[in-house]
T-cell receptor
Framework: AQKVTQAQTEISVVEKEDVTLDCVYE???????LFWYKQPPSGELVFLIR??????QNEISGRYSWNFQKSTSSFNFTITASQVVDSAVYFC???????????FGTGTRLLVSP | DAGVIQSPRHEVTEMGQEVTLRCKPI?????LFWYRQTMMRGLELLIY????????DSGMPEDRFSAKMPNASFSTLKIQPSEPRDSAVYFC????????????FGPGTRLTVT
Protein backbone atom coordinates (compact mmCIF):
# COMPACT_ATOMS: atom_id res chain seq x y z
CA ALA A 1 0.00 0.00 0.00
CA GLN A 2 1.10 3.52 -0.65
CA LYS A 3 1.67 5.96 2.17
CA VAL A 4 3.23 9.39 2.54
CA THR A 5 4.23 10.75 5.92
CA GLN A 6 4.96 14.37 6.66
CA ALA A 7 5.76 14.33 10.33
CA GLN A 8 6.16 18.09 10.67
CA THR A 9 2.75 19.61 11.15
CA GLU A 10 3.89 23.19 11.35
CA ILE A 11 7.21 25.00 11.07
CA SER A 12 7.85 28.62 11.95
CA VAL A 13 10.94 30.46 10.75
CA VAL A 14 12.11 34.01 10.40
CA GLU A 15 12.72 35.42 6.96
CA LYS A 16 16.07 34.47 5.40
CA GLU A 17 16.36 31.28 7.41
CA ASP A 18 16.76 27.98 5.56
CA VAL A 19 14.08 25.39 6.20
CA THR A 20 13.71 21.72 5.28
CA LEU A 21 10.39 19.96 4.96
CA ASP A 22 10.53 16.22 5.44
CA CYS A 23 8.69 13.59 3.42
CA VAL A 24 8.89 9.83 3.93
CA TYR A 25 7.04 7.45 1.65
CA GLU A 26 6.11 3.79 1.48
CA UNK A 27 5.50 1.77 -1.64
CA UNK A 28 6.05 -1.78 -2.83
CA UNK A 29 6.60 -0.71 -6.41
CA UNK A 30 10.03 -0.15 -7.90
CA UNK A 31 8.69 2.46 -10.28
CA UNK A 32 6.91 5.42 -8.78
CA UNK A 33 6.72 9.20 -8.85
CA LEU A 34 7.08 11.72 -6.08
CA PHE A 35 5.69 15.22 -6.05
CA TRP A 36 5.62 18.40 -4.04
CA TYR A 37 2.70 20.81 -4.14
CA LYS A 38 2.30 24.21 -2.50
CA GLN A 39 -1.03 25.45 -1.12
CA PRO A 40 -0.80 29.17 -0.33
CA PRO A 41 -3.41 30.91 1.84
CA SER A 42 -5.49 31.57 -1.27
CA GLY A 43 -6.19 27.86 -1.40
CA GLU A 44 -5.08 26.64 -4.80
CA LEU A 45 -2.66 23.73 -5.18
CA VAL A 46 0.48 24.61 -7.12
CA PHE A 47 2.67 21.93 -8.66
CA LEU A 48 6.33 22.35 -7.70
CA ILE A 49 8.22 19.27 -8.77
CA ARG A 50 7.99 15.66 -9.91
CA UNK A 51 10.71 13.07 -9.44
CA UNK A 52 10.67 9.51 -10.73
CA UNK A 53 12.11 6.62 -8.80
CA UNK A 54 14.96 6.04 -11.24
CA UNK A 55 16.35 9.51 -10.89
CA UNK A 56 18.01 10.14 -7.56
CA GLN A 57 19.76 13.30 -8.62
CA ASN A 58 19.01 16.21 -6.40
CA GLU A 59 17.35 19.14 -8.03
CA ILE A 60 17.68 22.85 -7.48
CA SER A 61 15.34 25.52 -8.73
CA GLY A 62 16.22 28.96 -7.48
CA ARG A 63 15.82 28.95 -3.70
CA TYR A 64 14.17 25.52 -3.78
CA SER A 65 16.01 22.22 -3.68
CA TRP A 66 14.95 18.63 -3.32
CA ASN A 67 16.85 15.69 -1.88
CA PHE A 68 15.64 12.26 -2.98
CA GLN A 69 17.12 9.26 -1.15
CA LYS A 70 15.73 5.83 -1.97
CA SER A 71 17.77 4.23 0.79
CA THR A 72 15.72 6.09 3.38
CA SER A 73 12.54 6.44 1.30
CA SER A 74 12.70 10.19 1.70
CA PHE A 75 12.08 13.14 -0.58
CA ASN A 76 12.88 16.26 1.39
CA PHE A 77 12.35 19.83 0.31
CA THR A 78 14.58 22.72 1.32
CA ILE A 79 13.86 26.39 0.94
CA THR A 80 16.95 28.56 1.17
CA ALA A 81 16.68 32.11 2.45
CA SER A 82 12.97 31.81 3.11
CA GLN A 83 10.64 34.68 2.33
CA VAL A 84 7.24 35.66 3.68
CA VAL A 85 5.70 34.61 0.35
CA ASP A 86 6.84 31.06 1.05
CA SER A 87 4.24 30.83 3.81
CA ALA A 88 1.92 28.03 2.74
CA VAL A 89 1.04 24.42 3.34
CA TYR A 90 3.32 22.09 1.44
CA PHE A 91 2.20 18.62 0.41
CA CYS A 92 4.30 15.68 -0.62
CA UNK A 93 2.57 13.07 -2.80
CA UNK A 94 3.26 9.66 -4.32
CA UNK A 95 1.98 7.93 -7.43
CA UNK A 96 2.83 4.38 -8.41
CA UNK A 97 3.58 3.67 -12.07
CA UNK A 98 0.48 2.60 -13.91
CA UNK A 99 -1.73 4.21 -11.32
CA UNK A 100 -2.46 7.87 -11.73
CA UNK A 101 -3.85 8.27 -8.26
CA UNK A 102 -1.91 10.71 -6.11
CA UNK A 103 -1.61 9.81 -2.45
CA PHE A 104 -0.92 12.92 -0.42
CA GLY A 105 0.74 13.41 2.91
CA THR A 106 -1.00 15.45 5.56
CA GLY A 107 0.98 18.56 4.69
CA THR A 108 3.39 20.83 6.53
CA ARG A 109 2.33 24.37 7.30
CA LEU A 110 5.25 26.77 6.90
CA LEU A 111 5.02 30.18 8.51
CA VAL A 112 7.70 32.68 7.55
CA SER A 113 7.65 35.84 9.60
CA PRO A 114 9.38 39.09 8.67
CA ASP B 1 -2.96 29.44 -21.32
CA ALA B 2 -5.95 28.94 -19.08
CA GLY B 3 -5.54 26.54 -16.22
CA VAL B 4 -8.18 24.24 -14.82
CA ILE B 5 -11.42 26.15 -14.34
CA GLN B 6 -13.89 25.28 -11.61
CA SER B 7 -17.29 26.73 -10.82
CA PRO B 8 -18.72 27.85 -8.58
CA ARG B 9 -15.87 28.95 -6.34
CA HIS B 10 -18.12 28.94 -3.31
CA GLU B 11 -21.40 27.15 -2.72
CA VAL B 12 -23.61 27.32 0.32
CA THR B 13 -26.63 25.06 0.36
CA GLU B 14 -29.04 23.46 2.76
CA MET B 15 -29.01 19.83 3.71
CA GLY B 16 -30.98 17.74 1.25
CA GLN B 17 -30.38 19.97 -1.74
CA GLU B 18 -28.64 18.86 -4.91
CA VAL B 19 -25.23 20.34 -5.57
CA THR B 20 -23.41 20.33 -8.90
CA LEU B 21 -19.76 21.25 -9.19
CA ARG B 22 -18.23 21.93 -12.59
CA CYS B 23 -14.78 21.59 -14.06
CA LYS B 24 -13.10 22.47 -17.32
CA PRO B 25 -9.69 20.78 -17.67
CA ILE B 26 -6.65 22.24 -19.37
CA UNK B 27 -7.06 21.98 -23.13
CA UNK B 28 -5.33 18.89 -24.47
CA UNK B 29 -5.22 17.04 -21.15
CA UNK B 30 -6.85 13.63 -21.30
CA UNK B 31 -7.08 12.75 -17.61
CA LEU B 32 -9.32 14.43 -15.08
CA PHE B 33 -9.43 13.98 -11.33
CA TRP B 34 -11.80 15.03 -8.55
CA TYR B 35 -10.34 15.43 -5.06
CA ARG B 36 -11.84 16.47 -1.76
CA GLN B 37 -9.98 18.27 1.00
CA THR B 38 -11.13 18.27 4.62
CA MET B 39 -9.38 18.90 7.90
CA MET B 40 -10.12 15.40 9.09
CA ARG B 41 -9.19 13.40 6.00
CA GLY B 42 -6.82 15.70 4.12
CA LEU B 43 -6.70 15.43 0.34
CA GLU B 44 -8.37 12.34 -1.05
CA LEU B 45 -9.10 11.23 -4.58
CA LEU B 46 -12.76 10.70 -5.33
CA ILE B 47 -12.72 9.61 -8.97
CA TYR B 48 -10.70 10.00 -12.12
CA UNK B 49 -11.31 9.75 -15.86
CA UNK B 50 -9.08 8.89 -18.78
CA UNK B 51 -10.33 10.01 -22.18
CA UNK B 52 -13.73 10.77 -20.61
CA UNK B 53 -14.09 7.23 -19.21
CA UNK B 54 -14.25 6.72 -15.43
CA UNK B 55 -11.31 4.57 -14.37
CA UNK B 56 -11.38 4.50 -10.59
CA ASP B 57 -14.32 5.65 -8.50
CA SER B 58 -13.36 3.77 -5.35
CA GLY B 59 -12.95 7.04 -3.49
CA MET B 60 -16.51 8.17 -4.04
CA PRO B 61 -17.99 8.19 -0.53
CA GLU B 62 -21.41 6.78 -1.31
CA ASP B 63 -24.19 6.65 -3.81
CA ARG B 64 -25.10 10.24 -3.16
CA PHE B 65 -22.02 11.22 -5.15
CA SER B 66 -21.84 10.90 -8.93
CA ALA B 67 -19.48 12.25 -11.57
CA LYS B 68 -19.72 12.56 -15.31
CA MET B 69 -17.48 13.62 -18.12
CA PRO B 70 -19.61 14.01 -21.24
CA ASN B 71 -16.74 15.40 -23.31
CA ALA B 72 -13.06 16.20 -23.09
CA SER B 73 -13.62 19.73 -21.87
CA PHE B 74 -16.22 19.35 -19.15
CA SER B 75 -16.92 17.32 -16.04
CA THR B 76 -19.43 17.52 -13.21
CA LEU B 77 -19.50 16.20 -9.68
CA LYS B 78 -22.97 15.94 -8.25
CA ILE B 79 -24.09 15.39 -4.68
CA GLN B 80 -27.72 14.46 -4.15
CA PRO B 81 -28.91 14.83 -1.46
CA SER B 82 -26.22 16.88 0.23
CA GLU B 83 -25.37 16.49 3.91
CA PRO B 84 -23.41 18.71 6.32
CA ARG B 85 -20.53 16.20 6.35
CA ASP B 86 -20.04 16.87 2.63
CA SER B 87 -18.75 20.34 3.50
CA ALA B 88 -15.22 20.52 2.08
CA VAL B 89 -13.13 22.01 -0.68
CA TYR B 90 -13.49 20.06 -3.90
CA PHE B 91 -10.63 20.23 -6.36
CA CYS B 92 -10.55 19.25 -9.97
CA UNK B 93 -7.20 18.44 -11.59
CA UNK B 94 -6.10 17.43 -15.06
CA UNK B 95 -3.04 15.84 -16.60
CA UNK B 96 -1.63 14.29 -19.74
CA UNK B 97 -1.94 10.56 -19.17
CA UNK B 98 0.94 9.63 -21.41
CA UNK B 99 3.39 12.00 -19.83
CA UNK B 100 4.63 12.38 -16.38
CA UNK B 101 1.60 12.10 -14.14
CA UNK B 102 1.85 15.76 -13.23
CA UNK B 103 -1.57 16.92 -12.18
CA UNK B 104 -2.56 20.56 -12.38
CA PHE B 105 -5.25 21.68 -10.00
CA GLY B 106 -8.07 24.13 -10.30
CA PRO B 107 -8.79 26.76 -7.63
CA GLY B 108 -11.30 24.53 -5.89
CA THR B 109 -14.94 24.88 -4.89
CA ARG B 110 -15.61 25.50 -1.22
CA LEU B 111 -18.87 23.74 -0.38
CA THR B 112 -20.77 24.45 2.80
CA VAL B 113 -23.85 22.40 3.58
CA THR B 114 -25.95 23.75 6.47
Amino acid sequence: AQKVTQAQTEISVVEKEDVTLDCVYETRDTTYYLFWYKQPPSGELVFLIRRNSFDEQNEISGRYSWNFQKSTSSFNFTITASQVVDSAVYFCALSEAGFQKLVFGTGTRLLVSP
Amino acid sequence: DAGVIQSPRHEVTEMGQEVTLRCKPISGHNSLFWYRQTMMRGLELLIYFNNNVPIDDSGMPEDRFSAKMPNASFSTLKIQPSEPRDSAVYFCASSLRDRTYEQYFGPGTRLTVT
